[in-house]
């Protein structure tokens, strides 16, 4: 999907913007690719809210999570996250790290999310939850040691999220659009989940629906529908990240009805 | 109401992203109508989120779900909800899937929804429940199959309406504009009645109440309301659809902020 | 405040759009006041959905709900509403029926709405119930006839307000920013205290509390300052009504952006 | 931060409207500073909704809330809350008074707002409760004698924030960022924790967590993100207030969009 790095950079500004506005980021939050060319290495932005980030802000990391070239911006503190599951989990190519408030009820009650529609199958029959407590006692409770990082990779295992205790939650995925899907997906089946309870009983998925819904957002003819959708919500909201490097005259000759549009300058 | 097919596929377009704009449809959902020259057929979009539209993407499809024309593009994979429900309903007119989230903590928790209010009885004194597992076990829960769309049919008899458990809802219409009135008020309906319950008893609307006021959405000073608000509600959103097949010059014409106004492109 | 009939018009555009921008009205609901020469009139729109009525929409009726004029377009099924308000409460200046999502579980519970904080004291200590099917058995809820809005008017008494069981409420004020504030606040007061008794017991205001907080919105101070606020939200949100008659002169000077603005078009 | 008075009193309008843009002010509730030249005083906006404020609206006060100069505008009737504070509190450089929707029903109910996530470790491990009727008796429940500020600062002693029973809350912050900070993630948190008490088990931060994670807010590093999150938040609301005293030839040559997105006027 990446062609090339500039467009993965971009991909990772857009999936930070998308994320945000679909209710899963806020201020907070981050979206990581691993590096198309290089498993090696990954890109995610410097330290700034995913709403705003612009495709120049997204830098290279080593999977042990430092800059690849002196950085002359602020970064992350939780970065290691994205280093830790990507050393892990080969298999994983982005990672999102989020504090939606959809999932928070469910990481302060310590209940589990359990798929209660066929789009919610997204994220398998069982989120597990970390606790970071249990092994580092009292933190602030961000993810900044590599210790603490590798301890959640492995909570999350082979699972598509680990659920982070008082804290908020980390999904990951097999490319770039299945992760932003299982992002939005999963909050809204923990919405669900959460007002079936005040009705009366929670009926879940079986074990083989899970698995037989869990692929349909992997279904070209999904991933397309759901890309377009929260792509143009994204641009009627204003909010598109700019492509990067543009060319100055390029940009006079359009009106100011297109710049505004495109957002975020 | 659609005087000719290409009025009608700017219905079709106009009602789903109406029902977007409204919060019944998202990412996925689709509305179709009866052919309005032809009750052999319907008109459905091609594969594409409800709230982008364009008249240009509404097809001919048969009653077996069939396209008419050779397909160039991707089709819905559950176009036989429709299908299905024409043949079996030869009253209906206009058919609407949909997640809405206001129906999802009821399709999830097994739980009724019952007439709550003077606009909800739309729906009709009670709406039916059909688990797809009942009949074929183990499924992705998507309705793809013409016996899983038969079946689905057999369960909302002549109702205005059927829950799909742990799935969504499928709503039906005497024509595009009751569909619509349907759709949102079974919505609200579902809202209040969940927070009624919160806060004590839910007294429902007798059954007379119910029959005499389930006409109310179709008398045409109560129509001609609702469809200007709904028009004007996706209007100052900037989501009308374009008109099909728009003539450069007259466009040229027109400003920008008319352009923008009219949205989607 | 409303100097002559053509501000006054103005106002009740206003109000209406105003109430439908705060969430009080949808679709549905009408806001009306007593004519300002004539205390034997009233004036409220023709039938409209109140966030695109237009000052020349308001049509001036008798307290019997006849159009002074002969009408040319469709009238408010509900208008015996008003008019058997204004005859009954000669101290009433303005009359709102709504169907606020905020109040709705409350009248289909049964539960009374009490005052939970100061602003919500607006409403008085206590406000009455009118469950239609008491009096006239099973009907669509609508009301239609004379002897329906007088038997309102009835359970409204000498309160701010009535609910309307399986319906919605009806506010009356002093004069139309009483209304407007007394609307709003009640459903600020509904949503808090729902709210509040999912968390544990809800404490009321005292009597003494009510009496003093009550007279909190009708402070120049307050008034001034929640007018503004809501007429610049409307704004904001390109809603505000046009006013009465433009001229086209004055019209071609304005610019694109202020036409958008004021909205409505 | 404030570097010269001019400055300080657009950081006030400007703190003020991205409150109300968070949802945390509506009509109602005020932020203040201490006076960045003179402890002694402090600056607070002519009574008017904090969305509309802009920095000339903003005055002077002495801590005994007298306006320095005689004020030509209505005042806020609650500014003692402002002046007590700052009188009790020399480490105070900021306050807010607010009666968020968020925190509105643990207020009504009596219920504590206690840490149940990172960000919400800001208000500390306890907020006090400060019910006016305890020693004032029988009120319409505004803070407006010298001796009701008092009463009030006492109860809010060296917390982060005092919960006013039937009424609001009351933050303070040892700049306006911190302010800021704490009334949002307050309101987040007391959303949460009410969702999660709907699903079971609320379980609290340690008092050791609370405390490491109490300062995460004032890192550089997060200080940083959330107000430049905010401030295009506001920007994109098109809410950003204009810059004292604009002059008049710089303005005719901004384009109109320029003007709009600008916002406020």
Chains 1, 2, 3, 4 share one sequence.
Not at 121 to 148: H, I, M, Y
Request: proline share 8%.
């Amino acid at each position: 999907m990446a062609e090339n790095l500039s467009d993965a950079r971009y991909q990772v500004a857009l999936a930070n913007r998308m994320l945000a506005n679909e209710g899963v980021l806020d201020a907070f939050g981050h979206v990581s690719i691993r590096h198309p060319a290089d498993p090696g290495r990954y890109l995610l932005s410097r330290s700034r809210s995913p709403a705003v980030i612009e495709p120049d802000d997204v830098l290279e990391f080593t999977l042990d999570s430092e800059p690849v070239a002196p950085p002359k911006v602020a970064l992350y503190a939780e970065r290691v996250i994205h280093g830790c599951i990507y050393q892990a989990r080969p298999d994983v190519m982005a990672v999102c790290h989020h504090h939606a408030p959809a999932i928070m009820p469910f990481v302060i009650a310590g209940v589990p999310i359990v798929p209660v529609f066929h789009l919610g199958a997204a994220g398998g029959e069982s989120v597990p939850f970390w606790n970071q407590r249990d092994e580092f006692g009292d933190t602030n409770l961000l993810v900044v040691k590599p210790e603490e990082g590798r301890s959640l990779a492995r909570a999350l295992a082979a699972h598509a999220a680990v659920l982070m205790n008082n804290h908020g939650a980390t999904v990951v995925g097999g490319d770039l659009r299945q992760l932003v899907s299982r992002a939005i997906f999963m909050c809204q089946n923990a919405e669900y989940q959460l007002k079936a309870k005040l009705l009366g009983e929670v009926a879940t998925l079986t074990a083989g629906e899970t698995k037989l819904a869990g692929v349909i957002n992997a279904l070209p003819n999904v991933t397309n529908r759901t890309w377009e959708y929260w792509t143009q919500r994204l641009d009627r909201a204003g909010a598109t990240p700019p492509r990067p490097r543009p060319r100055p005259k390029a940009r006079t000759r359009r009106s100011a009805a297109a710049v505004k549009r495109r957002g975020g300058r």
